[in-house]
């Protein structure tokens, strides 16, 4: 067990976070720390102040497995910082639990800066968790309410979907990340409901792709993905041609949306 370093880990990586990006609001008191308070983070890893103090100070017993699991919780580690820190501490990090859902600051402000593009993040099993406003109006349906999964619609046809020339690879594409993603997360429930429902219901790079809207008609889009790869997650930016009819009609559902 490297003790030294697994203090400066978690000092470092206690300073990196701020308040608001965990859900902590202001009280109106003077931080005297430049990220979250030793009691914060104890608070959201459910140990003791003084438990957490003293692992900061390289003192106290080694971390067993479950206190490193919820340090990489409270701490909003990537997969491969919870990697390094299981390291640090002498253990071998076992395969994560779940799917990373949450969306970090800098991509959801990213998904703000986007008022002309439909954007969306999914994460490792397909399922939407974060997207803006034009994306809300593309797609249709509740995505906010933590059940909408591009393989669902792909595969058991559940909401408005694109049709394809190249839906055939894009199923291809679907499927093996998903193996991936059961590999990864073997114990994560939604995951396992999924691929429990595309089993019994079911008969990225830049594609274009036909939307049929209800109002606004048949759109020719462009579908291109990027990756977040420290949360297992991908950032999918829907657009038109620039000067196509499908681009004007994105700007006026985008100020629709706005």
Request: with cysteine.
């Amino acid at each position: 067990m490297a003790r030294q370093e697994l203090a400066r880990f978690l000092r470092d990586r206690r300073a990196g976070l701020r308040p608001h990006e965990i859900g902590l609001t202001a009280t109106g008191t003077v931080r005297r720390t430049p990220g979250l308070r030793r009691e914060e983070v104890a608070e959201l890893a459910h140990m003791s102040v003084d438990y957490y103090t003293r692992l900061e100070q390289a003192r106290g017993p080694r971390p067993s497995a479950r206190i490193l699991e919820a340090l990489s919780q409270a701490l909003r580690l990537t997969s491969a910082e919870r990697s390094h820190l299981f390291r640090l501490a002498g253990s071998s990090a076992p395969p994560g639990i779940s799917a990373v859902r949450r969306v970090r600051p800098h991509v959801a402000r990213m998904l703000e800066r986007l008022p002309e593009t439909g954007a969306i993040v999914t994460d490792a099993a397909y399922g939407v968790v974060a997207w803006n406003p034009l994306a809300q109006v593309l797609l249709g349906g509740d995505l906010g309410g933590g059940t909408t999964n591009l393989a669902r619609r792909r595969f058991l046809g559940q909401g408005r979907m694109y049709e394809s020339s190249s839906a055939e690879e894009f199923g291809h594409i679907v499927v093996a990340r998903l193996r991936r993603a059961a590999d990864r997360y073997p114990h994560d429930p939604q995951l396992s409901a999924l691929l429990a429902e595309l089993h019994v219901g079911s008969p990225p790079g830049h594609r274009t792709k036909t939307l049929h809207h209800p109002e606004a008609g048949t759109l020719r889009l462009n579908c291109d993905v990027l990756l977040v790869p420290e949360d297992d997650q991908e950032v999918v930016l829907i657009t038109a041609d620039p000067g196509s009819s499908a681009a004007r009609t994105l700007y006026r559902l985008a100020r629709q949306a706005a």
